[in-house]
């Protein structure tokens, strides 16, 4: 027997249905309204990440920038080198003190380039072949979990350093030289008096025998020519300065080029004086100080064989409450130049590379300079020149508004061009 469903029982399904329908969709309906929710809520906070991010990369940009201004900032030259040996960065220190740009090491091993400089690793000072005197020392590269991720080379000039230890080790040196030698001068000098005594007195008995008496003449000129040079030991071992005045220095300065006359005109060499100002003005002994000009100029004559050209120059320090604080004298040439294995010696008594040299004539002027409370220094390059650089106290009374009576410092401030010397200036009638 077939049994049909009322229509009532039909429609109470079909309402079933419906409301099955409406609470379903009406359940979709909040979770798309709470998963679009949830979504804003995504965007926002991934919106916020992104700012959080781009605010990281931001600061760890300007980080990176500074970090790596101060690398290229550092005196201490820095290569950092990666695992696999190759050089990953050169500051520009680094750059300088190999005399290699930094592109041109980056990406070759450290191997290959210590090498080719010859520069080993170590706490003792080398010198490289542009003249720098460098450390290097060699590090690893951690990280803050303490894996090594390289090496990181030091270099530190030490240049000035060793030129102060140069410096401090001539002096000692110079020093128990000129002992020393003062001890033989005294010691010559007796003798020498008695040879010059008894010498005269033959001239005078010889009278009558030209011939024996040149030869007498010229035991009298030998010993004269001693006595100079015992007068220029002891003047190298103990220079005396009590006679120091106020002078002005150009006059010196062309006394000094007209005693070395002939041997400019001879070189054909230029003279280019810039005296700083008119009123310059050096405390000093004035017969002292021209032939501690003259020696120098002589020997940068004679570093100019072939001619060329030199630069004398001075420059008055004043501080800012107007006191002198020292004068600065430099002579340049074109000459020749110096080696670097010559420069620690030039001042040492009878070191000559000339065969006509006595090799004191340096070593004077390192005495005098010094003896009058100066600095003496001296850069070369072969085949370039040489340039002498003196830097001389202000001398006693420089007070703020005047270094002597007669010179104010506002006259010292008076800017004056250099010129370029004729010879009727410098070269005596």
Same mark, same amino acid.
């Given at each position: 027997?077939?049994?049909? /469903?009322?229509?009532?029982?039909?429609?109470?399904? &079909?309402?079933?249905?419906?409301?099955?329908?409406?609470?379903?969709?009406?359940?979709?309906?909040?979770?798309?309204?709470?998963?679009? =929710?949830?979504?804003?809520?995504?965007?926002?906070?991934? =919106?916020?990440?992104?700012?959080? &991010?781009?605010?990281?990369?931001?600061?760890?940009?300007?980080? %990176?920038?500074?970090?790596? /201004? #101060?690398?290229?900032?550092?005196?201490?030259?820095?290569?950092?080198? *990666?695992?696999? !040996?190759?050089?990953?960065?050169?500051?520009?220190?680094?750059?300088?003190?190999?005399?290699?740009?930094?592109?041109?090491?980056? *990406?070759?091993?450290?191997?290959?380039?210590?090498?080719?400089?010859?520069?080993?690793?170590?706490?003792?000072?080398?010198?490289?072949?542009?003249?720098?005197?460098?450390?290097?020392?060699?590090?690893?590269?951690?990280?803050?979990?303490?894996?090594?991720?390289?090496?990181?080379?030091?270099?530190?000039?030490?240049?000035?350093?060793?030129?102060?230890?140069?410096?401090?080790? %001539?002096?000692?040196?110079?020093?128990?030289?000129?002992?020393?030698?003062?001890?033989?001068?005294?010691? #010559?000098?007796?003798? &020498?008096?008695?040879?010059?005594?008894?010498?005269?007195?033959?001239?005078?008995?010889?009278?009558?025998?030209?011939?024996?008496?040149?030869?007498?003449?010229?035991?009298?000129?030998?010993?004269?020519?001693?006595?100079?040079?015992?007068?220029?030991?002891?003047?190298?071992?103990?220079?005396?300065?009590?006679?120091?005045?106020?002078?002005?220095?150009?006059?010196?300065?062309?006394?000094?080029?007209?005693?070395?006359?002939?041997?400019?005109?001879?070189?054909?060499?230029?003279?280019?004086?810039? #005296?700083?100002?008119?009123?310059?003005?050096?405390?000093?002994? /004035?017969?002292?100080?021209?032939?501690?000009?003259?020696?120098?100029?002589?020997?940068?004559?004679?570093?100019?064989?072939? !001619?060329?050209?030199?630069?004398?120059?001075?420059?008055?320090?004043?501080?800012?409450?107007?006191? &002198?604080?020292?004068?600065?004298?430099?002579?340049?040439?074109?000459?020749? *130049?110096?080696?670097?294995?010559?420069?620690?010696?030039?001042?040492?008594?009878?070191?000559?590379?000339?065969?006509?040299?006595?090799?004191?004539?340096?070593?004077?002027?390192?005495?005098?300079?010094?003896?009058?409370?100066?600095?003496?220094?001296?850069?070369?390059?072969?085949?370039?020149?040489?340039?002498?650089?003196?830097?001389?106290?202000?001398?006693? !009374?420089?007070?703020?508004?005047?270094?002597?009576?007669?010179?104010?410092?506002?006259?010292? %401030?008076?800017?004056?061009?250099? %010129?370029?010397?004729?010879?009727?200036?410098?070269?005596? /009638?």
């Amino acid at each position: 027997m077939t049994i049909q /469903a009322t229509p009532t029982k039909e429609t109470d399904l &079909l309402q079933h249905a419906f409301r099955t329908f409406d609470h379903a969709a009406d359940q979709l309906q909040k979770s798309y309204a709470a998963l679009t =929710a949830r979504l804003d809520q995504l965007d926002v906070e991934l =919106a916020e990440r992104n700012q959080a &991010l781009r605010q990281k990369l931001r600061e760890n940009e300007t980080m %990176r920038a500074y970090l790596s /201004a #101060i690398l290229e900032s550092l005196t201490t030259g820095v290569i950092v080198i *990666g695992t696999s !040996g190759e050089i990953e960065r050169v500051n520009r220190a680094a750059s300088l003190l190999l005399g290699v740009v930094n592109t041109e090491l980056e *990406g070759r091993t450290w191997q290959e380039v210590s090498d080719q400089i010859g520069l080993l690793i170590g706490s003792y000072p080398f010198s490289l072949s542009n003249g720098v005197v460098v450390t290097a020392t060699d590090s690893p590269l951690t990280n803050a979990q303490g894996d090594i991720l390289g090496r990181i080379i030091l270099l530190q000039d030490v240049t000035p350093i060793r030129r102060l230890e140069e410096q401090l080790h %001539r002096r000692d040196r110079l020093a128990a030289m000129g002992e020393m030698v003062g001890h033989i001068a005294h010691e #010559i000098r007796n003798p &020498l008096g008695s040879i010059e005594l008894f010498a005269s007195l033959l001239q005078r008995d010889l009278k009558s025998s030209p011939t024996l008496k040149q030869y007498a003449e010229q035991i009298s000129t030998a010993v004269h020519m001693l006595d100079r040079l015992l007068g220029n030991l002891l003047l190298y071992t103990k220079p005396d300065c009590s006679r120091a005045r106020w002078h002005m220095l150009e006059p010196i300065v062309l006394d000094a080029l007209a005693l070395a006359a002939s041997a400019i005109a001879r070189c054909r060499v230029d003279i280019q004086l810039n #005296i700083g100002s008119p009123a310059t003005r050096l405390w000093c002994d /004035a017969d002292q100080m021209r032939q501690v000009l003259l020696n120098v100029i002589l020997n940068a004559v004679q570093a100019m064989p072939q !001619g060329g050209r030199m630069t004398i120059r001075s420059n008055a320090e004043i501080d800012a409450e107007g006191r &002198l604080l020292a004068i600065t004298l430099t002579v340049s040439d074109t000459g020749v *130049g110096i080696p670097a294995s010559h420069l620690s010696r030039i001042f040492d008594p009878f070191f000559t590379t000339r065969e006509d040299g006595s090799g004191l004539g340096l070593a004077i002027v390192h005495a005098i300079v010094e003896g009058h409370g100066g600095r003496i220094t001296v850069e070369s390059a072969v085949g370039q020149g040489t340039t002498f650089t003196f830097r001389f106290p202000g001398g006693p !009374g420089c007070q703020p508004g005047s270094c002597d009576k007669n010179a104010g410092i506002e006259q010292l %401030r008076e800017p004056r061009e250099p %010129r370029l010397l004729t010879h009727q200036e410098w070269i005596p /009638a």
